[in-house]
């Protein structure tokens, strides 16, 4: 490994906090009610605690971990969708995040529409949309339901689409959170050798699976969290052995 290659995402001790309400809100307005008169008790809930890890240029990072263990979520503070509690999160280049099945898409607009709605979403013109536009189609195996409503798309359509648009360029970051795994077998394989190509040419990946081979053919680095705890940081192979051994421990299979 490069010692002299640019750290471009630096998470520096981050804690994310939420405020789960402790008590049953049957309406809105019994809600602000007492949110009002300070009258709303919430319990404290930390999804993320004390993680720290770098990300050098070029790298890609599997995050793993059971579900509920925070790696939506700190994959959302690197993207600067939620700010952390406490620490840091520091971010050098253009992010692509593919981060849930739909987001940026209008279910009520054609699959067309949606193409330049998410494209401008990503920060892409109108004049780069449409130099691309075939080649997103042509990805997205979708030219026959271009004009098709996208409510009417199933959730491999969806995901289909939307890593068609996320890859069109090769962006500095990709950030892929568990989307693929909704897709047939046929199109995960084409997107795993699509990202293989994109980190060929220098792009940066994290990336959330429960695919265990997944992670370990595409990342040279891992991070496992469990309940929001960090179990392991370092090289791929190794992070998802030691969670795979404590799968089968807790599983007792």
């Known amino acids: 490994m490069d010692l002299e290659r640019e750290v471009v995402i630096d998470v520096k001790d981050v804690t994310i906090r939420f405020n789960l309400a402790s008590e049953k809100v049957d309406n809105l307005k019994e809600y602000f009610v007492k949110l009002v008169k300070k009258e709303l008790l919430f319990q404290e809930f930390l999804a993320v605690k004390n993680l720290s ?13 059971s579900n509920g263990s925070g790696k939506s979520t700190i994959l959302k503070a690197i993207c600067g969708i939620l700010k952390p509690y406490l620490g840091s999160v520091t971010v050098s280049g253009k992010i692509s995040p593919l981060l849930e099945l739909g987001a940026g898409f209008d279910a009520s607009l054609t699959a067309r ?3 330049y709605l998410n494209g401008t979403i990503l920060g892409h013109s109108m004049d780069y949309i449409s130099e691309h536009f075939e080649e997103i189609v042509d990805f997205s195996e979708l030219k026959d339901f271009l004009d098709v409503p996208v409510k009417n798309f199933s959730s491999g359509m969806r995901a289909r689409l939307g890593f068609a648009v996320a890859t069109a360029v090769h962006p500095d970051i990709l950030v892929v959170d568990e989307v693929l795994a909704v ?9 795993m050798n699509r990202m293989d190509q994109m980190l060929s040419s220098g792009t940066t990946l994290l990336f959330v699976s429960h695919s265990i081979d997944q992670v370990t053919r595409l990342c040279d680095h891992a991070v496992w969290l469990d309940k929001g705890e960090v179990k392991g940081v370092g090289e791929a192979a190794s992070v998802c052995d030691d969670y795979l051994k404590f799968i089968s421990k807790a599983t007792g299979k």
Request: charged content about 25%.
């Open 53 to 65: 890890f770098q990300v050098k240029k070029g790298e890609a990072w599997g995050i793993v971990g």
């Open 183 to 191: 897709g047939d077998y046929a199109f995960q394989q084409k997107c």
């Open 113 to 115: 529409e949606n193409i």
